[in-house]
T-cell receptor, first 113, second 113 residues
Framework: QKEVEQNSGPLSVPEGAIASLNCTYS??????FFWYRQYSGKSPELIMS????GDKEDGRFTAQLNKASQYVSLLIRDSQPSDSATYLC?????????????FGGGTRVLVKP | GAGVSQSPRYKVAKRGQDVALRCDPI?????LFWYQQALGQGPEFLTY????????KSGLPSDRFFAERPEGSVSTLKIQRTQQEDSAVYLC???????????FGQGTRLTVV
């Protein structure tokens, strides 16, 4: 079992709709959670970070964290064709000996005009 | 500089050749990560530095891979006797400290022929 799991997609949504992405993680020691967007051929770009249970909103993006259930999600409201990309969930566990940021395999999102 | 800088952007190596990939993190960033990303996959953790100390190298796939950050700033990932399976994009990321967001460079695409 991978440490961070995501549905690979593609998740196809019509323009203007809400895209909902989910991510589960296995390590209960995880403390920080991030969503990155990666366009084809480009490097990952940070779009959201969340550290405590609940919702965090930034523009059209909302991240949700539930540590008890070990999942984190991302909602994209009013989806635009420019949102078409792969979305990577990343989980950080801070340990005394290090600091490991682990990624899921990514969910590919396609927003159709 | 304004962001994480990696060089070269592209590298073609003949099988058996040694390569060195450079990462220049954001100024003042303590934490530095190296990742390997195969086509269609999420980034896979290779190694982590806190300043000049390599605190976690559990992701390095073999003893042909070596990373260093001697002065706590620029880092080099070296791959000896490259194999075809080493072909991937190598990503470097840095963060201000152990708890904050990591920002990625543009990556080095390595092709071993």
């Amino acid at each position: 079992q991978k440490e961070v799991e995501q549905n690979s997609g593609p998740l196809s949504v019509p323009e203007g709709a809400i895209a909902s992405l989910n991510c589960t993680y296995s390590d209960r020691g995880s403390q920080s959670f991030f969503w990155y967007r990666q366009y084809s051929g480009k490097s990952p770009e940070l779009i959201m970070s969340i550290y405590s249970n609940g919702d965090k909103e930034d523009g059209r993006f909302t991240a949700q964290l539930n540590k008890a259930s070990q999942y984190v999600s991302l909602l994209i409201r009013d989806s635009q064709p420019s949102d078409s990309a792969t979305y990577l969930c990343a989980v950080k566990e801070v340990k005394a000996a290090g600091n490991k940021l682990t990624f899921g395999g990514g969910t590919r999102v396609l927003v159709k005009p | 500089g304004a962001g994480v800088s990696q060089s070269p952007r592209y590298k073609v190596a003949k099988r058996g050749q040694d390569v060195a990939l450079r990462c220049d993190p954001i100024s003042g960033h303590v934490s530095l990560f190296w990742y390997q990303q195969a086509l269609g996959q999420g980034p896979e953790f290779l190694t982590y530095f806190q300043n000049e100390a390599q605190l976690d190298k559990s992701g390095l796939p073999s003893d042909r891979f070596f990373a260093e950050r001697p002065e706590g700033s620029v880092s080099t990932l070296k791959i000896q006797r490259t194999q075809q399976e080493d072909s991937a994009v190598y990503l470097c990321a840095s963060s201000l400290d152990r708890n904050t967001e990591a920002f990625f460079g543009q990556g080095t695409r390595l092709t071993v022929v």
